[in-house]
């Protein structure tokens, strides 16, 4: 056989595996969770169609070589077979989602601030810290405070010198009742007045409400604070709230009987199942969405305050359709297609291109209409590798 024909063939063969190396980063880059803008998806969409019209082309390229080989008398164990893996088109359940924007917040913070006026003493926890419950954390310069108490307890020890002997007197039946009286009260006075200025002197302290670590300093040492005043932030990362504001028209298909699918674009290897800690009563009027929220735990800190997050929703199900992976759905001029097994004889069939009606997509699993029907072998393993009317040899059935 005159090897100058067998040329075109190999350089066929070449052009399409080339097309086939071009063709998967785009596809793993549009598969990505954290592609970037709409606008750049469209692109890599673009270049995988145009992709797939090349790969179409060299494929049919091929099988009219190989037809040229088998009209010279090559012998048909010679051409080679594509590998496939197939599975039977079966009716199932398809479940729709709606995808929706979250962020993280923690479920235990606290901004720390005093209860009177006065000037920062000292912050006993620096920023990234662990703090636990009840742990004093800053305190108030309280020299006034302390000066007043020492004055006070001066003229508490003289009141109660005074009111002991008014009352011994008082037992024997000397003195005036009136004497008496006046040394008690004086003694009740300047002890409750003592106990006020104590209580000052504990306003000055700001303890943690919460077990966790200093997040944030607002104050420096020797600044003035005031009530309301913030002076650090302490935050606990055990729990985290995931919050989502979704529209209003997705009210019916929502509640806290519902489980959503998490996401985390900065950790695309993380999918959770979670349920619904909390759905919003109040629609926001400025952009017509309530508030969805799930708690879920947070192991060795991982997630932090105001990260990203996506949350899918179920939002309704069908019964008894069929529904096959997105991504072995390929795009022509014709339309979108698949590849399904025909003719299968002793473990090899030929493989044909399936034009059909797609429905709804969500979670990589797409409804179809049209096209395919139960007991039908489509391709999975080895679609991007076989064109319509090639041998092919199954591997195995999925």
Known sequence: MNPNHLQPAK???????????????GMQSCSNPSS???????LIRNQINEYTEEINRLS??????????????????????????VTE?????????????????????????PETSGHIRRLYAGKG????????????????????????????????????????????EIGSEIQYLEAKNQLQRITKNLETLQSQREMSVMRSPIDGFVDEHFIKEGELASPGTP????INLDMLYINADVSESYLPYVSENSTVILRFPAYPDVEMIVPVHRVGHVINPENRSFRLQVRVPNENGRYKPNMMANMSVKATETEDVVVIPTMLIGYDTQGHYVFTAEEVEEGTAVARRRYIERGKSAEGKTLVKKGL??????????????????????????
């Open 11 to 25: 350089k066929a063969f070449s052009l399409l595996w080339l097309a086939l190396a071009l063709l998967m980063p």
């Open 36 to 42: 970037p803008a709409d606008t750049d998806n469209e």
């Open 60 to 85: 049919q390229k091929v099988n009219e070589l190989r037809q040229e080989l088998n009209e010279r008398g090559e012998s048909p164990a010679a051409t080679h077979l594509v590998p496939v893996t």
């Open 89 to 113: 088109v079966k009716p199932t359940v398809f479940t729709d989602y709606f995808r929706t924007s979250a962020t993280v917040e923690a479920v235990n913070k606290a901004v720390i601030s």
């Open 129 to 172: 810290e662990p703090v636990a419950k009840g742990q004093v954390v800053a305190r108030l310069s309280t020299d006034v405070v302390e000066g007043q108490i020492e004055e006070v307890k001066a003229r508490l020890e003289l009141a109660e010198t005074v009111y002991n002997r008014q009352k011994r007197l008082w037992d024997q």
């Open 231 to 234: 002076v650090m932030e302490i």
């Open 373 to 398: 029907a139960a007991g039908d072998l489509l391709i999975r393993q080895g679609h991007l590798q076989v064109a319509s009317g090639e041998a092919i040899r199954i591997d195995s059935f999925e």
